[in-house]
């Protein structure tokens, strides 16, 4: 299962080449000038911004100063073109664009590279990521990606889990269900009443405790 997800949440899946180009054209950390005078290419706009989005970030080349295509790769991985990555995702997270340009999104503040996920426990988040683990069926999994928007919350009746109130992302809550429920039945009435466990959410999205988030959750709600 964890396979399957990988393969389908890239947030470039929901985004057509069109698309992409657009994103990349627009956005300050492509400059089409600064790219063919730093690398003797001889490109209108449109070729130099192409030709890098399919061929020269594979080569190492940089789309403009603020951007460090090897830099970006070696710490963050992307498994598509390093900037839309950026665009489309690391910026949520905090990454760096590159070692020495902090341009990250509106109040951001530059990330520790070796530091785990964390997010705002508030109760005043309206959007919700949450599970729901009885007994020692499954494992908390901390998230991969963490959106900074949503809260996340576990329902469980594992004492570990419970004194410890928060467990890197995830909010600890106690089970919500009828008492009389067996451990199937129980999690289904979790996965099954969102509105009843959050009835101020804009919006919720179950995951069952062996499912990682390697992506952001706001990608599941595009029309």
């Not at 020269?56 to 073109?81: K, L, Q």
């Not at 509106?106 to 729901?132: D, E, F, M, R």
């Not at 996340?152 to 429920?181: H, M």
Request: hydrophobic share 35%.
């Amino acid at each position: 299962m964890k396979n399957f997800f990988t393969k389908i949440l890239p947030a470039s899946a929901f985004i057509n080449r069109q698309q992409a180009l657009h994103l990349l054209r627009t956005c300050p950390y492509f400059d089409a000038r600064w790219y063919n005078q730093t690398y003797h290419h001889n490109f209108t706009i449109s070729q130099a911004l192409n030709y890098w989005y399919t061929r020269g970030w594979r080569a190492g080349e940089n789309p403009s100063v603020y951007f460090d295509t090897n830099f970006y790769m070696t710490h963050y991985h992307p498994r598509y073109n390093p900037l839309l990555h950026f665009l489309l995702e690391g910026r949520y997270q905090c990454f760096y664009p590159s070692d020495h340009h902090f341009s990250l999104a509106p109040n951001c503040t530059p990330p520790n590279l070796t530091a785990q996920p964390t997010v705002n426990h508030s109760s005043s988040c309206n959007k919700i990521v949450y599970t729901c683990i009885t007994g020692q069926y499954d494992q908390l999994i901390s998230p991969t990606f963490v959106a900074p928007d949503w809260q996340y919350v576990c329902f469980t009746n594992n004492p570990d889990y419970l004194a410890q109130k928060n467990i890197g992302a995830w909010e600890i809550r106690p089970l919500q269900s009828p008492t009389n429920l067996n451990p199937t039945r129980t999690n289904r009435y979790h996965k099954l009443q969102p509105h009843v466990l959050f009835p101020d959410a804009s919006a919720t999205l179950y995951l069952d405790g062996n499912i990682d988030v390697l992506t952001g959750a706001r990608f599941f709600l595009k029309k």
